[in-house]
C-alpha cells in the first residue's frame, strides 16, 4: 500500500496539536514553535532572539483552539495566525516555506548483519514512526509499493550502496520530486546499543549524505526529519521582503471556463509571498495573470512547480512580450482539472 501525506499540498500548515497540561502560556508557546519549526524548517529557531522574545508572548498568533480527548491525554489543537507567523519571519530575514512542498519518496532498508531487506511492513515500528515525524514537519511521504515491479528493478544492496542509477529508475513510477535512500542498522556506541539511520539523495548533481543515531525508533525518525525539513526548506523556502514588490506574468493554458479562471487565480493568490493577483489577459482557453511578488522569480517558479493543478510548460516562447507594451511572460502552465 502507497501512503501519501497529500502529497505536494500540505493542508493545516499553521495549525498543531499539542498537549493541554501546563498552563495557557506553555501550550501556546510550544504551538507558535511548532509552526515555526514547520515553516521555516528551522528546529533551532528559538535560538533567535527575536524569535525567542515572541515564544514567551504567544497569545496574538493565536487564532482559534479546542480541548481533544486523546488516549495519552487532553491536547490543545491550535490554529495560528498565518500572516501574523510569516510577518514574524519576515522581519527577521527568515525564508517561509508554504504549503506547496516535494513529495518524498523513501526507500528505507534494515541490515540485520550482512542480511538486508526493506521494511515493507506499513505498520512496522519504523514505518509508523517515519510517517508521524514527516506529518510533525509537514513533509509529504511516498511508500515505495515494494511490489514485483519494484523488486525486479531495485534490491535492498542497491539501496544501501547508493546506486542511483537503480533507484532513480525504480523511482521514476512515483513521480517523487525528492527520493531518499535509507538505511537502518545497529550499532554500539559507549557500551550502549542504538539504532542508526544513514540516508543519501541528490540535490544538483551531488550526493548528499547524513546520518543519526537514537536509542528509540521515535528519536531516530525524528532526527533524521529534522535534518531533513531544514535542508528543503534551505532549498526550497522563499525569503520575502517589505522592500520590493515585483510585478511578474504568468500565462495558464486549458482553461475552459470563468470557473476554472477564478480557481486559478485563487491558487495563485495562496502562493507565500504573492499580495494580489489581477487577470490582465483573456483568449479562449488561456488567461494571463499579473502577480505582485515579495519573492524572487525564482522562488515563484518552485512554488509554481510543487503545485499538482499546474504543469510547467518547457516553451521556446516562455519570456517573450505578446506586444510591446506586454510584460515578459515568467512562465506558461497548463491547469490540470482536479
Known sequence: MMFSANAGQV????????????????????????????????????????????????????????VISHVDGNQ????????????????????????LRPDILVWLVMQNGIEREFLRQTDATFNIALRQAFTGAALPILHPLYD????????????????????????GRYNADEVIAATIDQITI????????????????????????????????????????????????SVMTTETFAELIIEVQQLADISDIVHVQRLLQQIVGISQVSITRYETNMAQYRLTSQVSADALMNALRFNPRFKMLDREDVGFAVDVT?????????????
Open 148 to 171: 514485483i515491479e519494484d523488486l525486479l528493478q531495485l534490491s535492498p544492496t542497491d539501496v544501501w550502496a547508493g546506486f542511483w542509477q537503480q533507484i532513480i529508475q525504480a523511482s
Open 11 to 66: 493542508d493545516n500548515l499553521y495549525q498543531v496539536s499539542v498537549p493541554a497540561d501546563g498552563g495557557v502560556d506553555k501550550w501556546q508557546s510550544l504551538a507558535l514553535h511548532q509552526v515555526l519549526v514547520r515553516v521555516s524548517g528551522k528546529s533551532d529557531i528559538n535560538n533567535i532572539e527575536a524569535i525567542d522574545i515572541e515564544l514567551k508572548n504567544p497569545s496574538s498568533y493565536i487564532k482559534q483552539f479546542e
Open 76 to 99: 490543545m489543537r491550535v490554529l495560528l495566525d498565518a500572516v501574523r507567523v510569516n510577518q514574524l519571519l519576515q522581519q527577521n530575514n527568515i525564508a517561509v516555506w508554504g504549503s
Open 190 to 237: 559507549d557500551e550502549k546499543l542504538l539504532w542508526r539511520l544513514s540516508w543519501q539523495r541528490q540535490q544538483d548533481n551531488r550526493v548528499l549524505r547524513n546520518e543519526v543515531t537514537a536509542e528509540d525508533e521515535t528519536s531516530l525518525m525524528q532526527q533524521f526529519t529534522l535534518i531533513l525539513a531544514k535542508q528543503l526548506a534551505e532549498q526550497y523556502a
Open 326 to 338: 506586454s510584460q515578459p511572460v515568467l512562465a506558461t502552465l497548463n491547469y490540470q482539472r482536479p
